[in-house]
T-cell receptor, first 115, second 112 residues
């Protein structure tokens, strides 16, 4: 059973470009979470999605950031018009349910560098 | 909202010694406390967790304790090995919630 998959693992963008980060949850998991990790810091919650629904996006910046989890295919975190401050590691996690005690399994992350 | 404080930020121990990492949380409604280990260039991996109806849990060399009254929980690693070197994160999740609130992390160095 493959774990959570994320791609690309490394992404370099120039200021003003768009970044698209992909996440395929573990088989059988329909709940996806995105977190951002700045250097030397802990992970910060961004958004929680179920298939075709955004459940909570309270941790996501109001502008330039969006997320989706379509019926078919991976979850996508999209950052438009990237700025240097967007440089970070972005982690996706998945769980089988939404209970507070459902373990979240993390992917390897995408490291975004904005030049 | 929930806030998780973690100490120390850096911990260096000799191989074979024990390591203890402590965390406190602010919201008494939190009921699930996972611990993650993150190695360089990788995502966090769950190593142990504890639920609010349990005071202590052990898995081989790793144990976690929870004091709900004081709102703090700790990770104990015994007989440390060089491969235990990593960043460790404590976390808390509110009852009925799904946001994992992470501590800032502890960088553990185990010297051979």
């Amino acid at each position: 059973n493959a774990g959570v998959m994320q791609n690309p693992r490394h992404l370099v963008r120039r200021r003003g470009q768009e970044a698209r980060l992909r996440c395929s949850p573990m088989k059988g998991h329909s709940h996806v979470y995105w977190y951002r990790q700045l250097p030397e810091e802990g992970l910060k919650f961004m958004v929680y999605l179920q298939k075709e629904n955004i459940i909570d996006e309270s941790g996501m910046p109001k502008e330039r950031f969006s997320a989706e989890f379509p019926k078919e295919g991976p979850s996508i975190l999209r950052i438009q018009q990237v700025v240097r401050g967007d440089s970070a590691a972005y982690f996706c996690a998945s769980s089988p349910g939404s209970s507070s005690t459902d373990t979240q399994y993390f992917g390897p992350g995408t490291r975004l560098t904005v030049l | 909202g929930e806030n998780v404080e973690q100490h120390p930020s850096t911990l260096s121990v000799q191989e074979g010694d024990s390591a203890v990492i402590k965390c406190t949380y602010s919201d008494s409604a939190s009921n699930y406390f996972p611990w993650y280990k993150q190695e360089l260039g990788k995502g966090p991996q769950l190593i142990i967790d504890i639920r609010s109806n349990v005071g202590e849990k052990k898995d081989q060399r790793i144990a976690v304790t929870l004091n709900k009254t004081a709102k703090h929980f700790s990770l104990h690693i015994t007989e440390t090995q060089p491969e235990d070197s990593a960043v460790y994160f404590c976390a808390a999740i509110l009852t009925g919630g799904f946001k994992t609130i992470f501590g800032a992390g502890t960088r553990l160095f185990v010297k051979a």
